[in-house]
């Protein structure tokens, strides 16, 4: 059984959605890759996953939480999945680009592969595509628009110039929740 919930933020409508333990998605109503509600699905706020995402959305947004402690579950292929835990894995308040993200993933020559992952991140935010910059710093793109990446950077007060850290990759993920039995491990 699948379950949903909105979510009225500072940023627009995000539709979130769930399994009984684990987050499935974040979207942003009305954009690029964002579902329609299940049909099959029951639309459940209260439900523990959704709820605990909708406060630490809020807290984030407030500028009082710089990770996520979520269960997380989502479906690519195995190149997205690589993808996505190598975005997990950029810092609070600091950006990537595009051609970095492909080499971190195992395929420095598929810098378009990675962008078509990443604008497929279904954990918006909680996955946090919109740190992955140009290699100049131009935005990039975002299926949340791009003024909303421009707004999630300024949050973190970053600047979209890409971190030139090679060691980037080995540290602390800042989207991914500590290892525990309540919380998948990303990356």
């Keep these: 059984m699948m379950f949903h919930a909105p979510l009225k933020t500072s940023l627009g409508d995000l539709l979130l959605t769930a399994n009984p333990r684990e987050l499935t998605g974040v979207y942003f109503l009305g954009c690029a890759h964002a579902p329609a509600p299940p049909d099959d699905g029951e639309r459940n706020p209260e439900l523990g996953i959704l709820a605990e995402t909708a406060r630490q959305l809020r807290e984030y947004l407030a500028g009082e939480r710089k990770y996520f402690e979520l269960a997380l579950h989502f479906a690519g292929t195995a190149f997205q999945q690589r993808v996505w835990r190598e975005i997990a894995r950029i810092p609070f308040g600091q950006t990537i680009a595009y051609a970095d993200l492909a080499e971190r993933a195992g395929a420095p ?79």
Excluded: D
């Excluded at 810098?111 to 935010?125: C, E, F, H």
């Design 109 to 187: 020559r598929a810098i378009r592969a990675a962008g078509s992952a990443t604008g497929k991140n279904p954990l918006s935010i909680i996955i946090p595509c919109h740190r992955v910059v140009g290699k100049s710093g131009s935005l990039g793109g975002y299926a949340g628009g791009l003024e909303r990446k421009r707004q999630l950077l300024a949050l973190e007060q970053v600047c979209a110039q890409p971190a030139s850290n090679p060691n980037l990759a080995s540290q602390r993920p800042a989207s991914a929740p500590p290892r525990s039995q309540s919380a998948r491990r990303w990356p």
